[in-house]
Each structure stands twice: as structure tokens, then as C-alpha cells.
């Protein structure tokens, strides 16, 4: 027998390696994916609520402005939402003293609600109810349309920028983090504590001309990057990032049902590999489920707790996936019981007398920082 004939003989006799993987069979969900309807719903709500808040925030600080005269509004304490570093100061006060600070209380109670909100639902507050991370959901969808794609920046310069927003909270929380109960008290109550709302809401009526190149380069980002601001910069959602951390309830998919198709992937703002990792435990995941929205197959991707022991995905996630509707529903548990408290313990509202808002707001832009 010749060479060529041997090497014949012993191909026949090659028995075939049995496939070390069941082919996979693709099931296509039997009800259309509604997360991201409820998501902007959500969003919308939330933006139109925010514009509520500012809108009586500035006829409320007009009428101080104009020597307590014209349109006369009461002062709407949701616009603490936006000091969440006042939030952090009084938090830790509340921590250190047991007792509810007196100004600025509703951004401590908004502060803990978002950072409940972490522990339990992921980044939620970031996708489903911050206004500026809709705007930037805004800014990269129009990219998207407008140059069709988005940007991704390379992994080497990636990864160390997404340390900024980290660096930002350390700077804040050093800070803090040095201060006793008294100095923290003691800081809210200078002119420029009891006013910072209304400082925040000059900058933005009066904004130079640093500070408008400098947010119109973000939004330039912002548009050619996913999340810019979020992704890289926002300590807010370092903050909360961190607490994610514990949240019970992440994404998950089920190596079983999942085609690896990778459409969950690519769907992803968070550039967070979803189609090779069985639960989502990365700090930049904000729950927005556009993974789960892409994808098309049963079973296989949910925002949901960790899994049943069951032969079959659908017994698996019994009673542990939630629902858009579920997640709604958590949010806004959360959001209105710490309300709802704040109220009905008389600890919302900021209450000082009208003459210090007669005195301080018309000189508010003349007022400095006590540290500076
Ligand atoms: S993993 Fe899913 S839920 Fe998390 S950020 Fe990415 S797309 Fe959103
Ligand atoms: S979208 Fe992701 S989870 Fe769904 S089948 Fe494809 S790879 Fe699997």
C-alpha cells in the first residue's frame, strides 16, 4: 500500500469529535419589548417635572430680586435636586448627628432616595430619570442620526478617562470627608450656603463666556460620544456607580437560551460586553435595558434577580425578572415615599424667614464661597 493510500485508510477510520455544544435554537420573544416606551416615558416625566421646578424656582427668585414685588410663588424645594453635594454634606450630617439639617433638607432626602434607588435597580436614576442623562441620550441619538455612528474612543484612552468622574468625587468627598457636624452646619448657614440654589440658577441666567465654550464642548462630545458627561465626568454617577455595586437586581442572560448572536452588545451605550458575561456587575450599566430591548430571543437577556435552579430559562426566571412596569414602579415607590416622608415630617421645605431671601438673593452673584 502506497503513502497516499495509508493516509486514505486513516481518514475513513476518524470517527467525527461530537459537537461540544447542542446547537442552540432561536425563539423569538412571544410579547414585544416595551422597556424602552416606559423608559422615555419616564424620562419625559421627569424632564417636564424638572422645567416645572425651574420655572417656579425663577419666578420665586424674581420676586426677591424685585424687592418682593410682582409674581409671588412659594419656593419649590425639588430644585434641591440639583445640589447633590449639599445633599452629601447633610447626609453625612444626619449621620453624625441623627438629626435632619435644616437648610437645604430636600437634597438630602433626594440624595438618598437616588442613592436607594442604586443599591436596588442599578444606575436607574441615571437612564430613567436624570434630565441631564437624557439630554445626553438626546445629544447621541441625534449624533448618531445626523453622522451615522457614534464615536468610540480607544480602550487605552478609555478606560483611564472613565477615572475622571472617580477623581471628582474624591475631590468632593475629601472635603466633605474632613468636615465635623458643626462645620458642616456651620458652612450652610453662611449667605452663600443658604443661597445656593440661587446661585446655581445665576449661572446659569448669567453665564460667561469660559463657562459657555466649556458646555458647548461638552455637548459637542456629548454628541459624538455616548454619555460623555456621564461616562467620563458626572461624580454623581460615580457616586452611584459605586453603590450599584450591591444592587440584587442586574442584567443577566442565560447562557442556554442565548444565540450569541451579539445584538445586545452592540446595543449597549455603556460598551459593556453583554453577549459574553452572564450578569452585568460593571458600575456603568444605568439599567437603561436597551440590551434586553435588542434582544430577540426568548428567555435569554433580563434585568432581574439572580436566576431559580430550574432545567428550562423560562422556570429559571420565574418570578425574578422584572418588568418595565416593575422597575417604573420601584422608582417611583422610592421617589415618593422618601417624599412623602420629608413632607409629612415637616423636614422638605427649607424654612428660613423672608427677610434673609429679601437681603441675600438680589446680592446673590456678589456672594463667595466661605472657603475662597
Ligand atoms: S448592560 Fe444593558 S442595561 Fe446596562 S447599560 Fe448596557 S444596555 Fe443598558
Ligand atoms: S442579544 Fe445578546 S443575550 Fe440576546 S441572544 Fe443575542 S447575544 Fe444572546
Not at 486514505?8 to 432561536?26: C, G, L, R
Not at 442565560?254 to 445586545?264: E, L, N, R, T, V
Not at 458600575?283 to 436566576?307: G, I, K, R, Y
Request: with cysteine.
Amino acid at each position: 500500500m502506497c503513502a497516499v493510500e495509508k493516509q486514505i485508510m486513516a481518514a475513513k477510520t476518524i470517527q467525527p469529535i461530537p459537537s461540544a455544544q447542542p446547537k442552540k435554537i432561536f425563539i423569538r420573544h412571544a410579547a414585544p419589548d416595551r422597556s424602552q416606551r416606559a423608559r422615555h416615558i419616564v424620562q419625559v416625566v421627569f424632564l417636564l417635572l424638572n422645567a416645572w421646578l425651574g420655572f417656579q424656582f425663577y419666578l420665586w427668585t424674581r420676586y426677591f430680586e424685585r424687592g418682593a414685588s410682582g409674581i409671588r410663588v412659594s419656593r419649590p424645594p425639588g430644585i434641591e435636586g440639583w445640589l447633590p453635594i449639599a445633599g452629601l454634606m447633610n447626609t453625612k450630617y444626619l449621620l453624625l448627628t441623627g438629626h435632619v439639617p435644616q437648610i437645604h433638607p430636600a437634597a438630602m432626602f433626594l440624595f438618598i432616595g437616588f442613592m436607594l434607588m442604586s443599591v436596588l435597580l442599578k444606575k436607574a436614576f441615571c437612564s430613567w430619570l436624570c434630565p441631564v442623562g437624557a439630554f445626553s441620550e438626546f445629544l447621541w441619538k441625534a449624533g448618531r442620526r445626523i453622522f451615522g455612528r457614534n464615536l468610540r474612543l480607544p480602550r487605552w484612552f478609555d478606560f483611564p478617562l472613565r477615572g475622571l468622574k472617580y477623581l471628582l468625587l474624591g475631590l468632593f468627598v475629601s472635603v466633605i470627608g474632613v468636615m465635623s457636624a458643626a462645620a458642616l452646619q456651620d458652612f450652610m448657614a453662611t449667605p452663600y450656603g443658604l443661597v445656593a440654589d440661587v446661585k446655581m440658577l445665576n449661572f446659569f441666567r448669567n453665564i460667561g463666556l469660559t463657562a459657555a465654550v466649556v458646555i458647548g464642548l461638552l455637548i459637542l462630545l456629548s454628541t459624538l460620544i455616548q454619555n460623555f458627561w456621564c461616562r467620563y465626568l458626572c461624580p454623581y454617577g460615580a457616586i452611584m456607580g459605586l453603590a450599584s455595586l450591591l444592587s440584587p437586581v442586574k442584567i443577566r442572560r442565560d447562557q442556554q437560551a442565548c444565540i450569541d448572536c451579539g445584538k445586545c452588545a452592540k446595543a449597549c451605550p455603556a460598551q459593556i460586553p453583554v453577549d459574553k458575561l452572564v450578569q452585568i456587575r460593571s458600575v456603568e450599566c444605568t439599567a437603561c435595558m436597551e440590551c434586553v430591548a435588542a434582544c430577540s430571543t426568548q428567555d435569554a437577556l433580563q434585568f432581574a434577580l439572580p436566576p431559580r435552579r430550574a432545567d428550562t430559562p423560562a422556570d429559571r426566571w420565574r418570578r425574578r425578572a422584572l418588568t418595565p412596569l416593575a422597575v417604573c414602579g420601584v422608582l417611583a415607590y422610592i421617589f415618593l415615599a422618601v417624599v412623602l416622608f420629608a413632607r409629612t415630617t415637616n423636614h422638605w421645605q427649607t424654612n428660613l424667614p423672608q427677610s434673609v431671601y429679601i437681603q441675600l438673593i438680589p446680592r446673590a452673584n456678589q456672594l463667595t464661597h466661605p472657603g475662597m
